[in-house]
């Protein structure tokens, strides 16, 4: 009785032994990929998107050019369609609004509204010579996009080729190219030949000056996400629903504001993936996935909530406001819940697991 009993201890001692062992070596071994994330993102996300943006640019200016010197209803549309194209890839852009873009000031730029009306009738009425150093002077609201806008649609999206003065033709062809220049500089900024912010960004926390820790660009990469969320929601909606204003709209003249938003958003899923136009690498997504899988499926979920929500409006912003109040206001609420989800659960994984 002794004897099995000792050998019955014994082999309980094996198997826990044996246990114990089997526990340690199932656990993760978890593979650092932040700096491909920064490479990644900073090849798909940033320089190909400033690179298609500048293609665009160049696309509407040429075509511009083209509808100047033969004027046509066909060669407007060609024209309004480049802007909405140019216009998209833009938008999705605003979800990683750091660096050249925000210090040299190419986003007030070309991306300020409402259009200063008053003004832009004195311009059309004056005979000053619209060149690029006029152009370069004036006001942020009377440049890029949405001047633009306004002289491609007309106040409300109707504008007939018939219609546009030599004046306004002149402002437009200045308006384009003023464009086709900002946006090449963005494109070069980016450029390992040209401004190199590229390499500066990639290299977070193995040499480069401004990001001395990977953490750091994983926190830009966030906050540029959260910040998006953060202007659509509460500025580019909620400001004109709450007082009813629809000239504080972000893009009325061509009814786009809701296929803005819609970009803004995407681009955030853009950045989240690493999901360029051409590519498709790592991203914070497998950061994610690392550490907190189920975060993973929050943001996911709650990104396409968010879309769904703008998806539910139907008719145009400006009008949405008055006649879908309780979509937009769904639309409001599930992108401040992404952005909340953002803020307050992906921030803390990078802060807890990023150095």
Same mark, same amino acid.
């Given at each position: 009785?002794?004897? @099995?009993?000792?050998? +019955? %201890?014994?082999?309980? /001692?094996?198997?826990?032994? $044996?246990? !114990?062992?089997?526990?340690?070596?199932? *656990?993760?071994?978890?593979?650092? @990929?932040?700096?491909? +994330? %920064?490479?990644?993102? /900073?090849?798909?996300?940033? $320089?190909? !998107?400033?690179?298609?943006?500048?293609? *665009?640019?160049?696309?509407?200016?040429?075509?511009?050019?083209?509808?100047?010197?033969?004027?046509?209803?066909?060669? $407007?549309?060609?024209?309004?369609?480049?802007?909405?194209?140019?216009?998209?890839?833009?938008?999705?852009?605003?979800?990683?609004?750091?660096?050249?873009?925000?210090?040299?000031?190419?986003?007030?730029?070309?991306?300020?509204?409402?259009?200063?009306?008053?003004?832009?009738?004195?311009?059309m009425a004056s005979s000053v010579p619209i060149d690029q150093p006029y152009?370069?002077?004036?006001?942020?609201?009377?440049?890029?996009?949405?001047?633009?806008?306004?002289?491609?649609?007309?106040?409300?999206?109707?504008?007939?080729?018939?219609?546009?003065?030599?004046?306004?033709?002149?402002?437009?062809?200045?308006?384009?190219?003023?464009?086709?220049?900002?946006?090449?500089?963005?494109?070069?900024?980016?450029?390992?030949?040209?401004?190199?912010?590229?390499?500066?960004?990639?290299?977070?926390?193995?040499?480069?000056?401004?990001?001395?820790?990977?953490?750091?660009?994983?926190?830009?990469?966030?906050?540029?996400?959260?910040?998006?969320?953060?202007?659509?929601?509460?500025?580019?909606?909620?400001?004109?629903?709450?007082?009813?204003?629809?000239?504080?709209?972000?893009?009325?003249?061509?009814?786009?504001?809701?296929?803005?938003?819609?970009?803004?958003?995407?681009?955030?899923?853009?950045?989240?993936?690493?999901?360029?136009?051409?590519?498709?690498?790592?991203?914070?997504?497998?950061?994610?996935?690392?550490?907190?899988?189920?975060?993973?499926?929050?943001?996911?979920?709650?990104?396409?909530?968010?879309?769904?929500?703008?998806?539910?409006?139907?008719?145009?912003?400006?009008?949405?406001?008055?006649?879908?109040?309780i979509q937009v206001q769904n639309a409001v609420d599930a992108i401040n819940?992404?952005?909340?989800?953002?803020?307050?659960?992906?921030?803390?994984?990078?802060?807890?697991?990023?150095?």
């Open positions: 009785m002794k004897s @099995n009993t000792i050998k +019955i %201890l014994i082999a309980c /001692s094996f198997l826990f032994i $044996l246990h !114990g062992c089997k526990d340690k070596t199932v *656990k993760p071994i978890i593979t650092d @990929n932040s700096t491909q +994330i %920064l490479t990644d993102y /900073s090849t798909n996300i940033c $320089l190909d !998107g400033y690179r298609t943006l500048s293609d *665009k640019s160049v696309q509407l200016h040429a075509d511009v050019i083209a509808f100047i010197s033969n004027p046509s209803q066909s060669a $407007l549309i060609q024209c309004q369609n480049d802007w909405k194209q140019t216009r998209e890839i833009w938008e999705q852009s605003e979800a990683y609004l750091f660096g050249p873009v925000s210090t040299n000031s190419i986003d007030p730029r070309i991306d300020t509204w409402p259009v200063d009306f008053k003004r832009l009738d004195s311009i152009i370069n002077q004036l006001e942020e609201s009377l440049k890029g996009f949405h001047p633009i806008e306004y002289l491609l649609f007309g106040k409300n999206a109707d504008k007939q080729y018939s219609q546009f003065t030599n004046r306004q033709k002149e402002y437009l062809l200045a308006l384009s190219e003023n464009l086709k220049t900002l946006t090449a500089s963005l494109k070069n900024d980016w450029e390992v030949n040209g401004g190199n912010f590229y390499t500066i960004f990639s290299t977070a926390g193995n040499g480069s000056a401004l990001y001395p820790t990977k953490k750091s660009a994983f926190e830009e990469m966030s906050n540029a996400m959260i910040g998006i969320c953060d202007e659509v929601a509460n500025s580019k909606i909620d400001e004109v629903f709450v007082t009813l204003d629809s000239t504080k709209e972000e893009s009325p003249f061509a009814k786009n504001s809701l296929t803005d938003f819609t970009n803004n958003i995407q681009g955030v899923m853009n950045a989240y993936l690493s999901k360029g136009n051409t590519k498709d690498g790592l991203g914070l997504e497998d950061f994610v996935r690392t550490y907190n899988l189920s975060l993973d499926g929050a943001i996911k979920q709650k990104h396409n909530a968010a879309i769904a929500a703008l998806n539910n409006i139907t008719v145009p912003f400006g009008e949405a406001i008055f006649t879908q109040p819940s992404l952005k909340v989800e953002l803020e307050e659960n992906l921030l803390p994984v990078i802060k807890l697991h990023i150095n």
